[in-house]
């Protein structure tokens, strides 16, 4: 009988043991594919072969599908207000709407003015409006509120990708330049910074060549800082903005030099982005 006993605890303690050693393996391979999950890609140039995928441009994809682009995208068309101040005077006090591709803008002045982009041409109607930077303002803000969603469009560059701690803050960054046939100001570039916690745009430093020389455009680089973000739909967007000095050296540096806030954000199935007749065309500036 104590022989019995004896077999019989034995047999239970190796079904535990062979059950522990089971779930150890289980355990190990789900560790094995969560970390293969997240495998960091590799250089294209780094010896895997043609077509891999760039550390710069994986970090492009990833902070588009941070954001969720493909929410974003889904929608037809995207309305809000734009208040905006630049060097202590106010800048921008618009509604702004655009299709969720950015291929057709318009911004409504509350003095009835309004400037619109049909996908072709930059329009200011009515004829007798003076707007010196309208084309620059129909451009360039409504690119900061997609920016997000627009890091991998067509004629898009990224290279440089790399980690870097400021501040005691860890951030992920990368360049985006474009290509030369791209928008009014090719020589553009963006060195872009994502917050490394939530993988979501912090903050881009920028130069803006409208109207001026290369050389005149990177002694000067500014940066936009996403200050708080909103979801809309499932989709993360920025509602405050802040502008400061950026240098490779420094980084930001300096008070902030603007802000803006944007509220009243509403997605759209239509809207309207029809030229009045009483419109004349904004010619794109002759680059220095």
Known sequence: MTSYILLKNNAQLMKKIIFIMVLLVAISACKENKKDQHLTPVEADGGIGDGATSLSDSFAQRLEESHNKDAYTSKKAISYDLLLNFNGKQRLDVKVTMLTNSSKLRMDFKDGSSIIYDGNEVYLTPTNTENPSARFDIFTWTYFTAMPFKLTDSGTQWNGFEEKTINSKAFARAKLSFKNDVGDTADDWYMTYADTDTNLLSYAAYIVTYGKTLEKAEAAPHAIVYTNYKVLDGVAIADSWEF?????????????????????????????????????????????
């Open 244 to 288: 400061y000095n950026w240098s490779e050296e420094k980084e930001l540096y300096g008070d902030s030099i603007g802000d803006a806030s944007l509220t009243n954000f509403m997605f759209m199935d239509e809207a309207d982005f029809k030229v009045p007749s009483d419109s004349k065309k904004v010619e794109a500036p002759k680059q220095n």
